[in-house]
């Protein structure tokens, strides 16, 4: 196992873009988790999340998989491929077992990698999940709808669920925020994780390790807390033989990670009486997770 300092990789010369955080005391031996943000698309999200692993004493690998040299630009097209390299590096470095760990549309991108890496992935954390494969989308000027999948894999694209729509209804998501208080696109994806086309639901049951799915019942972005409900209600259809888990909690908005930030104050799940609440939800979350690693 590398010892020394934070490792640090790049598409041009590793096929993936990411960084290595190594504990001081490495409390699980043999285990990493692969973390990455959702639809803000930042890198640095991604290590702060390693960050907070790396202090509990679990080795995290902060990955990017847009919006950095060498990777698409926008959540269309994008390439499940690079976790797939990533993963291999992660085993050629000598790690057992690795997991992912991803938040809104990292955790689709989460549950997808999963069920498209058998035996590579051995263990998945969706935080503020969905259950289908969404249509892509991009932010050149403002948010347009793509003509095809949020991912590939391998050159194909993954069959997606549409938006059903010619193009991004921006006055409908401002006025539905503004009436909400808080930023919302709960109406654009219901339809998606009430009724996703067959072929484009995510076949978590191919996953081979263990499942966590994480959501608030104030999440009002998309639903993620009766997405998460459907996974679970596929996995037991299908008998899946490794342990799968869902904590929903009352408190805590869309961006239920393990520390504080800014953005967290555009949901109502993370202001004013429910603050200290949602910060006590997230960071019970962080316990589980962690209790979740070390039972793979």
């Not at 995290?60 to 499940?80: K, N, R, S, T």
């Not at 954390?125 to 892509?136: D, E, K, L, R, W």
């Not at 998460?228 to 908005?253: E, I, T």
Request: glycine share 8%; hydrophobic share 40%; with cysteine.
């Amino acid at each position: 196992m590398p010892k020394a300092k934070n490792n640090v990789f790049r598409v041009k010369t590793d096929g993936f873009h990411g960084e290595l955080f190594l504990p001081t005391e490495d409390k699980y031996p043999g285990k990493v988790l692969i973390c990455f943000s959702g639809s803000d698309g930042k890198f640095e999200l991604s290590r702060m999340l390693a960050g907070v692993f790396q202090s509990h004493g679990l080795t995290a690998l902060a990955l990017a998989y847009v919006m950095e040299e060498g990777l698409p630009g926008q959540f269309f097209h994008v390439p499940i491929d690079l976790l797939e390299t990533a993963a291999k590096r992660l085993h050629g470095m000598g790690y057992e077992k690795i997991g992912l760990w991803g938040i809104s549309k990292g955790a689709e991108l989460a549950l997808t990698a999963g069920s498209f890496l058998p035996k590579l992935i051995n263990a998945v954390v969706a935080v503020s999940p969905i259950n289908t494969v969404c249509q892509g989308f991009t932010m050149k000027k403002g948010i347009s709808i793509a003509p095809g999948s949020t991912w590939t894999f391998h050159g194909r694209e993954i069959p997606y669920t549409a938006f059903g729509l010619d193009k991004f209804p921006l006055c409908h998501v401002l006025r539905k925020s503004i009436r909400a208080r808080e930023l919302t696109m709960y109406d654009l994806y219901l339809p998606l994780v009430q009724n996703p086309a067959p072929a484009a639901v995510i076949q978590v049951e191919k996953i081979t390790g263990p499942v966590l799915l994480i959501s608030s019942k104030a999440d009002t972005m998309w639903p993620s807390d009766l997405a998460a409900k459907q996974v679970m209600k596929r996995l037991q259809q299908h008998s899946f033989p490794y342990s799968y888990r869902h904590l929903s909690y009352d408190y805590g908005g869309h961006l239920f990670v393990p520390m504080e930030l800014r953005l967290a104050k555009f949901f109502k799940g993370d202001r004013w009486k429910n603050k200290k609440p949602g910060q006590k939800a997230r960071m019970d979350s962080l316990i589980k997770t962690l209790e979740f690693v070390s039972q793979w």
